[in-house]
Structures are given as structure tokens and as C-alpha cells.
């Protein structure tokens, strides 16, 4: 069975400072699909980034890079510079190939950026 | 282009009613999913729709049910309301098979 682990809750840091969400995932597909969606207090998930498990480049837009490591399971998200307009929480999420109707979450990191 | 739309946005219900939330897709994406949201079991999958059929349904009982029309937007029904429905409910949607899919805001449901 597919399962996707964020083991940090909660991560409070001071704007400006750099910080890195944890993915751990665990699953049996040779072919799936890894993402980040961000929920700000309003609820709504908002899509980071998406990445197939072919791919194991290392992607950056702007102040956001990804590190996907499948030696590891990792697919782990890093903030530089944050700011307070990044606090929200943080969800890693995994589909698998032939049930990509179904994300399977991990538990989400809620991040604060303290002015 | 319009995001994925989620009517109503809050609801108040009692135990035992039933209550109906609405999802409208992103403009020429077919299928619809929706995910049950709680403090204590997280973001859980309830049933995925595509061309007005119930493709996969998660774990959840026989209350919990839905449907597709003809123009993709999507309705979840939930009946004999219990105090653990109580939760926000996502819809999201997406264009083909191997697509991302892009959440509503949500509808926060609060069963007293």
C-alpha cells in the first residue's frame, strides 16, 4: 500500500531564514507521481509542483526547489528567504500509475514565518 | 480560466439531516474527486467521477454519495448526518488520466 509520511508538524522560523519540508513515501509502482500543494488558512489546496518518478531532477522556481531522491523515497521541499506569506501547511502527496484519480497524502507540516 | 468552484462554502447541519455540496470544474476537465478533510484522519479520498460515471469510491460508508452531470460538475450527498462528518470537503479536478488535479476552496460542514 501506498503511504506518504511528513514527519515534521509544525516548523516555526524567522522570515528570511531557509527551510526544508520532509516527504517520505512508500510504494510498490515503478511509475508514480509525487506533489506539493500548499493550504493557506482559507482551505483551499493550492498545486507547488508535480513530479513523475522518472524524473529525478532537482527543480528551483524562485524562492521554492524541490529534491527528489528515489534511493531514498524522499521528495523533500525547500523555502530560502521565507517569508510570512508562506506560512500555510505544506502537504507532500502521492498517485500511483493506473489510480491517478487518488492522492494519497501525508499528514502536512503547518510552517510559520515569524516576522 | 476559471478555477474549480465549490458552493456552498459553509454549512451548518444537525444529526441526521442530509445535505448536498456542489463542485464545478475547471472548464474542459472531465473528472472530479473528492476528499473528506479532519483534524484527526487528514485528507481522505471519497469517490472519483469521469463522463458522469463513479470510477472509485474510497472508504467511506454507503452514506456518502455522489453524481456527475452531463457538463462535469459534480454533486457529493451525504445522509443521516453524524457529528463525525463534520469536516472540509474538496473537490478537485483535472483534464485527462495522468493529470494534476486542482482543489476547490472547499466546503466547511459542521454537524451539531
Known amino acids: 500500500a501506498q503511504k506518504v509520511t511528513q514527519a515534521q508538524t509544525e516548523i516555526s522560523v524567522v522570515e528570511k531564514e531557509d527551510v526544508t519540508l520532509d516527504c517520505v513515501y512508500e510504494?510498490?509502482?515503478?511509475?508514480?507521481?509525487l506533489f506539493w500543494y500548499k493550504q493557506p488558512p482559507s482551505g483551499e489546496l493550492v498545486f507547488l509542483i508535480r513530479?513523475?518518478?522518472?524524473?529525478?531532477q532537482n527543480e528551483i522556481s524562485g524562492r521554492y526547489s524541490w529534491n527528489f531522491q528515489k534511493s531514498t523515497s524522499s521528495f523533500n521541499f525547500t523555502i530560502t528567504a521565507s517569508q510570512v506569506v508562506d506560512s500555510a501547511v505544506y502537504f507532500c502527496?502521492?498517485?500511483?500509475?493506473?489510480?491517478?484519480?487518488?492522492?494519497?497524502f501525508g499528514k502536512g507540516t503547518l510552517l510559520t514565518v515569524n516576522p | 480560466k476559471a478555477g474549480v468552484t465549490q458552493t456552498p462554502r459553509y454549512l451548518i447541519k444537525t444529526r441526521g439531516q442530509q445535505v448536498t455540496l456542489s463542485c464545478s470544474p475547471i472548464?474542459?476537465?472531465?473528472?472530479v474527486s473528492w476528499y473528506q478533510q479532519t483534524p484527526g484522519q487528514g485528507l481522505q479520498f471519497l469517490f472519483e467521477?469521469?463522463?458522469?460515471?463513479?470510477?472509485n469510491k474510497g472508504n467511506f460508508p454507503g452514506r456518502f454519495s455522489g453524481r456527475q452531470f452531463s457538463n462535469s460538475r459534480s454533486e457529493m450527498n451525504v445522509s443521516t448526518l453524524e457529528l463525525g462528518d463534520s469536516a472540509l470537503y474538496l473537490c478537485?479536478?483535472?483534464?485527462?488520466?495522468?493529470?494534476?488535479?486542482?482543489f476547490g476552496p472547499g466546503t466547511r460542514l459542521l454537524v451539531l
Open positions: 478537485a479536478s483535472r483534464r485527462g488520466e495522468r493529470e494534476t488535479q486542482y
Open positions: 510504494t510498490r509502482d515503478t511509475t508514480y507521481y
Open positions: 513530479r513523475n518518478s522518472f524524473d529525478e
Open positions: 502527496a502521492l498517485s500511483e500509475q493506473g489510480s491517478n484519480y487518488k492522492l494519497t
Open positions: 472548464s474542459g476537465h472531465r473528472s
Open positions: 467521477y469521469f463522463s458522469e460515471t463513479q470510477r
